[in-house]
């Protein structure tokens, strides 16, 4: 460092201001939205935040899976929060007008207090399969083809949709 870091590192400790340090840890325990890390050079850090609120969720939480590694940015001695992920178990969305997102694993959902994505694609898929086409020889159905494409559809659809 030269003098004039220093000169203003010292300034800013008898200020009461510190620089934000981050941390290289390891999650040692995932629970709602705070976790619990073990840094690479330090003590055990308890209820680290996943979101800034600990008290409620909304908005974005990215919850790290088990045993990866993360950089956690304190805020205080005692409190801090995950600032970026080495590997995500979860990501959830809530926002306003009831809309809530999860992504985990291979899946996604995607939902509001009245319906799914999942649950319309599936309702859509069923009716054009049952669908009655009106020909000038009467009412018709799609071919047997068009059926299988549209079961495999609804059923790639369902492995992707929770």
Known sequence: MDAKSDIRRIIQ???GQRQPVTLICKVTRVNGSKCDVE?????LLKDVRLNASVEQFNGLRITP???????VTMLSENDGY?????????IE?????????????DHISLKNDKTSLKDEVTSL???LMQAQIATPAGLGVFNGDVIAKLTQIKTNLINLLK
């Open 13 to 15: 400790e008898l200020a």
């Open 39 to 43: 840094p690479l050079d330090g003590a």
């Open 65 to 71: 899976k088990m045993d990866s590694y993360v950089l």
């Open 82 to 90: 995950v600032s970026m992920y080495s590997d995500i178990d979860k």
């Open 93 to 105: 969305f809530d926002g306003a007008g009831g809309l809530k997102v999860e992504i985990k694993d």
């Open 125 to 127: 898929l069923d009716t």
